[in-house]
């Protein structure tokens, strides 16, 4: 079955280390997300690429970075100079920019 | 002010029961989108509108572009309907999505 896999599903990071959170698609979907969800918010766009080997920022890019080095690829990786990176992350994908997404199950990261 | 705006944020109702989440919106839309994000975290997409009505099963989504709403509707509620329902909007030239924060679904047998 084609879907959108997220892993791993519970991380904990140390203050001061970057992180990697993976996203794997096997819909041949060109456009992938990233975004943040926290209590009480809606989920806010960090990064977003439209074709491999290109992405844009979303609304709250700083202390993110990303590659899209493959299609079916969207690594996100937390900087340490992202000051509150404790949420809970959504990777999605999409055929095309303007499409219906389609969501995986989440990663959900800790500050130890 | 978000400019997404879900109503009720949090609804409990008997099985059986017919449900109604409602999202009013402010800026002129190209699309407006219902999830459904379960206990776990995964998302569902449910529906995309852009006018008029749809209807999946139990689910039906309505939207009035004039009056900037639409509305979710379950008939014959049941257990495993239990989950968040987010709306979301998107604007004209506008590759990105403004996401409602959800509303909360509790069926009880």
């Known amino acids: 079955d084609g879907g959108i896999t997220q892993s791993p599903k519970y991380l904990f990071r140390k203050e001061g280390q970057n992180v990697t959170l993976s996203c794997e698609q096997n819909?041949?979907?060109?456009?992938m997300y990233w975004y943040r969800q926290d209590p009480g918010q809606g989920l806010r766009l960090i990064y977003y690429?439209?074709?491999?080997?290109?992405?844009q920022k979303g609304d709250i890019a700083e202390g993110y970075s990303v590659s899209r080095e493959k299609k079916e690829s969207f690594p996100l990786t937390v900087t340490s100079a992202q000051k509150n990176p404790t949420a809970f992350y959504l990777c999605?994908?999409?055929?095309?920019?303007?499409?219906?997404?389609?969501f995986g199950d989440g990663t959900r990261l800790s500050i130890l | 002010k978000n400019e997404v705006e879900q109503s009720p944020q949090n609804l409990t109702a008997q099985e059986g029961e017919f449900i109604t989440i409602n999202c009013s919106y402010s800026v002129g839309i190209s699309a407006l989108h219902w999830l459904q994000q379960h206990p776990g975290g995964g998302i569902v997409s449910l529906f995309m509108l852009s006018s008029g009505k749809k209807k999946h099963g139990r689910l039906i989504a309505t939207i009035n572009i004039q009056e900037k709403h639409s509305s979710l509707h379950i008939t014959a509620s049941h257990p495993r309907d239990s989950a968040v329902y987010i709306c979301?909007?998107?604007?004209?030239?506008?590759?990105?999505?403004?996401f409602g924060t959800g509303t909360r679904l509790t069926i009880i047998p």
């Open positions: 819909l041949n979907h060109d456009a």
């Open positions: 979301a909007v998107r604007g004209f030239g506008n590759e990105k999505l403004t």
């Open positions: 690429s439209q074709i491999v080997n290109d992405f």
């Open positions: 999605a994908s999409s055929r095309a920019l303007y499409q219906p997404q389609h």
